[in-house]
């Protein structure tokens, strides 16, 4: 019988906040919070969060759990910030190219509403029933326009286009047959489809971090839930999805855990320590 793994200072495991850290009513559920303490009080395990969210909204998330020595992943990895020492680490904003795309979807397709999410704020364009909703919720600073001119053109992260699934489908299509250097996209769902740099993704922002810590790549674990986290799992040592993930996520994955509503965090964590040495 081998002997069990005390000492994981030099692993990191990282988690999706929304449908993975959270259940589906964006409660934490005492078994993920928990065994993150175990993680990281017990056996020296470095944990932390990767989120489309910005500073301000992931903030609560964060700051409930014992991390606050390791940076975390805001837009989706557009960012890298530092809540211990309130300092970004890293920002990768999209350029000129991606703007422009953003004010030829705004002209072609006027209905869809238009969220451009900067570290701090979030810019809303077309504002309507799916826009907004988690600025409002989460009290994020944030501004509407009508006029894609109004907009400030500056310290874009990451964008969202919004609106009714056959609408969105139909933009898909649309931002596929043009030229689309300088960015890369994403679905977040089956009503939003996310914009970022190219390049830009979880995964590139989670072994970002691990260098930082000094950390091994393949001593690098990650949990999802949906296809804005695939980039993550398919770059980590040791890739994980909640239970309640698209087929074609957990085909991806080393490990697949039980639904959110259940403690998958904690699954996983299980599953770290018990097989990983």
Request: net charge negative; with cysteine.
């Amino acid at each position: 019988m081998r002997d069990m793994k005390t000492d994981f200072s030099d692993w990191l495991i990282v988690s999706d906040v929304d449908g993975t850290l959270n259940t589906k009513l964006r409660m934490l559920p005492e078994r993920n919070l928990k065994a993150i303490t175990h993680f990281v009080e017990d056996l020296g395990g470095n944990f932390t969060l990767a989120s489309g969210r910005n500073i301000s909204s992931l903030r609560k998330h964060y700051e409930r759990l014992p991390i606050k020595s390791t940076p975390a992943v805001i837009l989706n990895g557009a960012g890298i910030y530092d809540y211990e020492h309130e300092k970004m680490l890293s920002f990768h904003s999209i350029d000129e190219r991606g703007i422009d795309i953003v004010r030829r979807v705004n002209e072609r397709f006027p209905l869809i509403q238009i969220e451009i999410c900067t570290d701090r704020e979030i810019f809303i364009l077309n504002p309507g029933v799916f826009s907004g909703a988690m600025s409002l919720a989460d009290g994020i600073p944030h501004q509407s326009f009508r006029k894609f001119e109004d907009v400030p053109k500056s310290n874009w992260g990451k964008v969202i286009f919004m609106g009714l699934p056959p609408m969105v489908s139909r933009m898909v299509k649309y931002l596929n047959s043009i030229d689309y250097s300088g960015v890369t996209y994403m679905s977040s769902s089956v009503a939003s489809y996310e914009m970022l740099l190219e390049g830009t993704n979880k995964g590139t922002a989670v072994l970002e971090i691990a260098d930082m810590l000094g950390i091994p790549h393949e001593h690098t674990g990650a949990i999802g839930d949906y296809f804005n986290d695939y980039d993550m799992i398919k770059s980590v040592g040791v890739p994980a999805v909640c239970g309640q993930a698209p087929q074609a996520m957990k085909d991806a994955a080393t490990f697949v855990a039980c639904h959110c509503n259940h403690g998958a965090v904690a699954d996983f964590l299980e599953y770290i320590e018990n097989n990983c040495q």
